[in-house]
């Protein structure tokens, strides 16, 4: 049964953000990087400072976040967006920057980068979207792979005398004095997306303050990488890669005045 | 009850059915028909819904809009049927 639309009487209580270009996205039916970039562009037009935005795009899954988000956007090189990100920002200091990487860009090939930027405290808004394989390439291992977790790369199971422990990097970067807001959300509920949303509008805000770095780990599922329905997937998410990062402030502002 | 409406773009819809797992009135399911992609897309099954946006906040691909019912509007429609 369709019921048609009734708009007559009714208000408008959401749409799609006005930033988020009519592209339709590539990403795979439930992924959460459609919803991490749309919460993004709501905050961007929300705060009105889609002319002053500047975003550095990844390589990964999200290489096309150019296309879908209708912002100055730069592509980096593999892993390097957030020193892109520190050109960017220097050049231009009153502009709002911000970094967008997966697992693989952010915590693998470009660890170097993403710990420097964060020491050195850099401006800008850091935004690592962790689903725990390579999704882009076909579901390989990826250093936050959890233990036991099976991928193409480890048929039967992270182990960690040969692939080592799942890297923490967003606790390991909460210890850095340069940074200034550390946290880390998830997409997989309703109310999971409500306190990102929060999260990234404190991690512009923060911006204005010149600070340091503000960092949000954004743990998301990969339906197709985990080999799994959408939904399976979320509760997947929520029973097997929540124990291992918990969700919540690592490092606030008001922390960090200590 | 308050009551709501969506319209999904069906023609950007894929199907993933997060949007039908997070609605609390269980308002939403999959279409018989398929898109133009080949996914059976997310409709409106039941009369119930409330406008309480979960199923846009979820949906990845930003398929969703939701329309709420104008309080006053309520009003006006209960003193048009007494009327």
Request: hydrophobic content about 40%; some cysteine.
């Amino acid at each position: 049964m369709e019921i048609p639309p009734l708009t007559n009487g009714f208000e408008l209580v959401y749409k799609k953000p006005r930033t988020l270009t009519e592209t339709p996205m590539h990403y795979c039916p439930g992924c959460g990087h459609g919803v991490v970039h749309r919460v993004l562009m709501e905050v961007v037009d929300e705060m009105g400072i889609q002319d002053k935005t500047i975003g550095v795009a990844p390589v990964g899954c999200s290489v096309f976040a150019y296309d879908y988000m209708n912002v100055d956007m730069q592509e980096a090189a593999h892993g390097r967006a957030s020193a892109a990100a520190t050109g960017i920002k220097r050049v231009l200091p009153d502009r709002f920057v911000f970094s967008y990487q997966g697992d693989g860009d952010l915590a693998a090939i470009g660890t170097a980068e993403t710990i420097h930027v964060v020491n050195r405290g850099e401006n800008i808004l850091m935004l690592f979207i962790n689903n725990a394989v390579y999704g882009m390439t076909g579901g390989q291992m990826a250093p936050t792979t959890l233990l036991g977790m099976k991928t193409t790369t480890s048929p039967f199971g992270r182990e960690s005398g040969l692939a080592g422990h799942p890297l923490k990097i967003t606790n390991l970067l909460a210890q850095l004095p340069g940074a200034y807001y550390v946290t880390r959300q998830a997409v997989h509920t309703a109310a999971a997306v409500r306190k990102l949303k929060k999260a990234i509008q404190l991690g512009f805000q923060y911006q204005s303050l010149k600070k340091g770095t503000c960092f949000i780990e954004v743990v998301s599922n990969c339906p197709s990488g985990w080999k799994m329905t959408p939904t399976d997937s979320n509760k997947w998410l929520e029973e097997n890669m929540l124990p291992m990062y918990p969700l919540g402030d690592l490092k606030t502002p008001a922390r960090s005045m200590n | 009850m308050i009551r709501g409406n969506v319209i999904i773009a069906h023609e950007i819809c894929k199907g993933c059915e997060l949007c039908i797992a997070a609605c609390p009135q269980e308002s939403l399911g999959l279409s018989e028909k398929i898109n133009l992609k080949g996914y059976r897309y997310a409709v409106l099954v039941q009369d119930n819904c409330t406008g309480c946006i979960n199923c846009a906040l979820v949906c990845p691909d930003a398929a969703i809009t939701v329309y709420r019912e104008k309080k006053h509007a309520k009003g006006a429609a209960a003193d048009a049927i007494t009327a």
